[in-house]
């Protein structure tokens, strides 16, 4: 049967193309150093595992029933509770905040509920893979705004066509930022706000590693902090890389009630919002009041400092990002491509990486390495690049 064109015309996403590289190898018996895909290598703590376990053997609330489309009313408060308290941003629970099963899913029901076919969407470049593939699904027609290395990985908003910013139905960002590591700046953010009242455009932030700053200095900051922003405005929040619960699949769109309303239309046709022992696990998690990512950003940041240590010892003059679980760094000059290079890398050392290509048109030229090796393989890993000499 043929497949439809939405279907044909989808490309292999990133990071299945990298997987196929690394099974491979593992099929040969090579021993894989994998810093492809940002899959946190911890556990959740214990406690936040006693909590899905209370919630599972939970006999009061029949946590094994389908959830209500909009989740649990207690897990909202939760959610609101934690945005006053980290943010002092003030959310209406019944209104102004939808649980989604994973921030990607979530994307994907917004996507197709604010954007028919040819339509614009404002998206940067490079950016995390399934921003662009859920405008893909839409059928829309993807503007790439270039993040630039001088301009800090901050949207140049002023270089956007007037034509285009005139049909743009959105306009997207994320910070910290996936995959560059780059921080938001308040001016860039009033500026975006700006732009979102002057065209009439959706503005959606998303700040999934907001928890994860690996420095003192730097306490990333809620777009809708802004004054007003919530007229404009909404903003995706994951739990996945903060508490190290990708599987858990929890993640929370929160602003303009008419958008949360809206994405909702689309979402009750999909699902029946997350796991209900998994909503009151997290509820429970978020009431306790206390900053549980701290370890993992020092975890990060102990694994940051070692890469950049041992890589720029051995000649790869990496940088070294203020917040998130990524490094991205360009590659050596000689190869044509980042999928190149990453294939040639793994074949010579069994050192995976992605490719900047997979995060859009602004990504080729460089390679995104995820956090999630020890600093003891860390430290092999560089070994083994610098036997190699790919890097020339």
């Keep these: 049967m043929q497949a439809s064109k939405r279907v044909l015309n989808m490309p292999t996403y990133v990071f299945a193309a990298v997987d196929e590289i690394k099974f491979a190898l593992i099929k040969e018996g090579v021993d894989v150093i994998d810093f492809g895909i940002g899959n946190p290598d911890q556990r959740p703590p214990k406690f936040m595992l006693d909590a899905l376990h209370r919630a599972i053997d939970d006999e009061k609330h029949q946590n094994h029933r389908y959830s209500q489309f909009m989740g649990i ?21 019944e209104t102004e905040i939808l649980p989604l099963v994973g921030s990607k899913e979530g994307l994907l029901c917004l996507y197709l509920a604010y954007l028919d076919k040819g339509e614009t969407a404002l998206i940067p470049s490079p950016c995390y893979p399934a921003h662009i593939g859920a405008a893909r699904v839409a059928e ?61 455009t959706l503005l959606i932030s998303d700040i999934a590693y907001s928890e994860l700053s690996m420095e003192p200095d730097y306490r990333p900051m809620s777009f809708l902090e802004l004054p007003d922003a919530k007229k404009y405005a909404v903003e995706f929040y994951s739990c996945s890389k903060s508490y190290n619960m990708p ?51 020092e975890l990060y940041r102990k694994r940051r400092d070692r890469l950049v240590q041992h890589f720029r010892a051995i000649g790869w003059d990496v940088p070294k990002p203020k917040a998130g679980m990524y ?66």
């Design 73 to 93: 009313i207690e897990l909202r408060k939760a959610v609101a509770d934690w945005y006053k308290r980290r943010f002092n941003v003030t959310l209406d629970p």
């Design 140 to 200: 829309a027609d993807i503007q790439e705004m270039g993040l630039l290395e001088e301009n800090k990985f901050l949207p140049d908003l002023d270089a956007i066509a007037p034509d285009v910013a005139r049909r743009a139905k959105f306009l997207l960002f994320n910070y910290p930022n996936n995959p560059t590591g780059a921080e938001e700046t308040r001016e860039f953010y009033e500026k975006a706000l700006e732009f979102g009242i002057k065209h009439n």
């Design 247 to 297: 599987g858990w699949r929890v993640g929370f769109l929160v602003g303009n009630s008419e958008v949360i309303a809206n994405t909702l239309k689309i979402k009750t046709a999909k699902d029946f919002s997350i796991f209900l022992a998994v909503q009151r696990a997290i509820a429970d998690i978020l009431n306790m009041g206390e900053d549980f990512a701290r370890p993992n950003a």
């Design 327 to 392: 490094i991205w760094t360009r590659i050596p000059k000689r190869f044509s491509d980042s999928m190149t290079f990453v294939k040639e890398l793994a074949k010579r050392t069994g050192v995976i990486v992605s490719p900047g290509s997979g995060f859009g048109g602004y990504g080729e030229g460089f390679v995104r390495m995820a956090l999630v090796v020890d600093e003891d393989r860390v430290e092999e890993a560089a070994k083994r690049i610098a036997d190699s000499g790919i890097l020339g």
